[in-house]
């Protein structure tokens, strides 16, 4: 059974930074693309970024390209996403998921940017 585990959001302050993780299991990690949603208030689900399994292919959604960095540990079934520079629009729960036409499976993380 896929499980993940969302961590790392929190309140922080327009152009502030947080580091999201997710830590994976019940499925062949190393050979998945992984992905980030979001999801605001109010709004259905945002696709943000993905990676490929060997971390060559990574993309962005243009609202938030420049200001986040995807990247992945096989070795520890992890991805995080480190967002920089947020702003008040990037306020969601953001979850991490295998396949983006799939409802998430986590909890997902509370991410709150506000002054």
């Known amino acids: 059974e896929v499980q993940v585990v969302e961590s790392g959001g929190g309140l922080v302050q327009p152009g502030g930074s947080l580091r999201l993780s997710c830590a994976a299991s019940?499925?062949?990690?190393?050979?998945?693309?992984m992905y980030w949603v979001r999801q605001a208030p109010g709004k259905g689900l945002e696709w943000v970024s993905r990676i490929s399994p060997g971390s060559s292919v990574r993309a962005y959604a243009d609202s938030v390209k420049g200001r986040f960095t995807i990247s992945r540990d096989n070795a520890k079934n992890t991805v995080s996403l480190q967002m920089n520079s947020l702003k008040t629009e990037d306020t969601a729960v953001y979850y991490c998921v295998t396949d983006p036409q799939d409802p998430p499976r986590g909890q997902g993380t509370q991410v709150t940017v506000s002054s």
């Open positions: 019940g499925f062949t990690f190393s050979r998945s693309y």
